[in-house]
Structures are given as C-alpha cells and as structure tokens.
C-alpha cells in the first residue's frame, strides 16, 4: 500500500540541484514515482531494477578521486545488501540509502553494518523520502572536505588558502611579501628568477624601488628557512642571474 503523498508532486523547487543519483528498486511503480520526485527536485537519476544492470557502473575500482559518477544510491533490501558491502570493501564512501519492506525493518541493523548510511521502511511519506536524501548527501559532502591545498618542497610546507608555512614541523610565521615569494618558489622549484621579475611578480610593475629590496626580504625569507642562513639550503643566489628555491 503506498503512502498517498508519493502520487502527489508538491514539493517540486525552483533551485536545480546538483546530483546524480542511482535508484535501484524492483518494484515499478516504487521506481517510477521515485525517480519522477527526485527529478522534479533537480536530480540527476540513472534507473534500474537489477544489481546486475547496476554492477558496470559502480564497481569500477579505478574511478579517480572525486569522479565516482553517483552521489547517492537508493537500494532496494534485495539488491542492497551485497552491494553495500563490495562497494565498503572496496573503499567506496558513496552515500547510501536502504529501502525496505516493513516487515524486514526488523533487519534492518544488516544493512547498516554492511556500510548503509541509512535505512527508510515502506510506505513512507515523499517529504521524508526527500528530506533523508538532501542529509546524506549533505553529510558524505562534508566528510569529504577536500584536503588543504599545500606546496612541499624537503621540509617546508605551504598551505597556500590558509596563508600557513610549516618548517621541519614547525609553523614560522611570514610577512606577506615573503609569503608569497615563498609560494612562487614553491611553484617552480629550482627555476632562477632575476631581481626584476621578483619585484614585477611579487611587488606589481608600479612599485617604487630598486632590487635591493628582493635582496632584504630574501635574507628576511632564509632568516625562517634555513638551519643557517649563511649556508642556505633553500633560498640560492645564483650569482648574475639572481635566486632559485632548491
């Protein structure tokens, strides 16, 4: 017996979102109703009946980072349970949401151990349907931070949205001119840059100055780099020429 909300559409937005969602359900006018609600709110749905029809596209284990092409998957309890556990084998986060008869609701612990992240018993109402997908999909979004974006050369590290520089474990703390000289010679190790280029680059073509003012905040820069600022490791002139990092 279906729950009278899933004939209906009321919940349909004006914001498109953005996701691609599998549903996987073997019964077709679950699928049907379904698929129409999650594509009257914007989603993206590949539709099967089958785990077998489903298996091509989600077991690939060489899909690059971030390029698993689902953002949720909706599983019947028939098909759900040994999916959950190849795609938590191996190492695959994709949300999941279980769909299951009442009377295996009792079971339900099954598919949660097996790596389900959520467990929904028919009939149910579309609001909540579509209320527990927007949250699992929320949530895998937020526990999938990407990580910090760093440039590392040796034993310095650069976290470059986060304006932090790590030497030998150790955060030093940079003005910002040698901040971002730091990231330019991050960005290109062992590349020789001329005084000129330095100050076009780092300090903009109107500055007002002469080189000796790359020289200052080089000697500033090796001053929280280097073991000994007179042997530098890092920051190397390159007598005629000017610097390189490396």
């Given at each position: 017996m279906f729950s009278p909300e899933l004939s209906k559409s009321p919940y349909r937005s004006d914001v498109r979102q953005n996701?691609?969602?599998?549903?996987?359900?073997?019964?077709?006018?679950?699928?049907?109703?379904?698929?129409l609600a999650l594509e009257e709110q914007g989603y993206r749905v590949t539709v099967t009946s089958d785990g077998r029809d489903a298996l091509p596209s989600i077991q690939n284990h060489n899909y690059p980072v971030g390029d698993f092409p689902f953002n949720l998957l909706i599983m019947?309890?028939?098909?759900?349970?040994?999916?959950?556990r190849m795609l938590r084998h191996q190492g695959n986060s994709v949300a999941i949401l279980i769909i299951g008869l009442r009377e295996s609701a009792n079971n339900s612990a099954f598919y949660l151990e097996a790596g389900?992240?959520?467990?929904?018993?028919?009939?149910?109402?579309?609001?909540?349907?579509?209320?527990?997908?927007?949250?699992?999909?929320?949530?895998?979004?937020?526990?999938?931070?990407?990580?910090?974006?760093?440039?590392?050369?040796?034993?310095?590290?650069?976290?470059q949205e986060e304006c932090r520089v790590l030497v030998r474990g150790q955060e030093v703390k940079l003005s910002p001119k040698q901040f971002r000289l730091l990231e330019l010679f991050l960005s290109y190790p062992r590349r020789v840059w001329s005084r000129e280029q330095l100050l076009d680059i780092i300090w903009g073509q109107d500055f007002i100055?002469?080189?000796?003012?790359?020289?200052?905040?080089?000697?500033w820069l090796r001053e929280n780099l280097e073991l000994?600022?007179?042997?530098?490791?890092?920051?190397?002139?390159?007598?005629?020429?000017?610097?390189?990092?490396g």
């Open positions: 996701g691609h969602i599998l549903l996987l359900e073997n019964e077709q006018p679950w699928r049907e109703m379904l698929s019947d309890s028939i098909n759900g349970l040994d999916l959950c389900a992240d959520d467990y929904l018993t028919k009939p149910f109402g579309m609001r909540e349907f579509m209320a527990r997908c927007r949250a699992l999909m929320r949530r895998r979004r937020y526990c999938q931070l990407p990580e910090p974006v760093m440039l590392q050369y040796k034993e310095v590290i650069l976290y100055g002469d080189s000796k003012t790359v020289d200052v905040h080089i000697r000994d600022p007179s042997k530098p490791e890092y920051v190397i002139t390159v007598r005629g020429f000017g610097y390189r990092f």
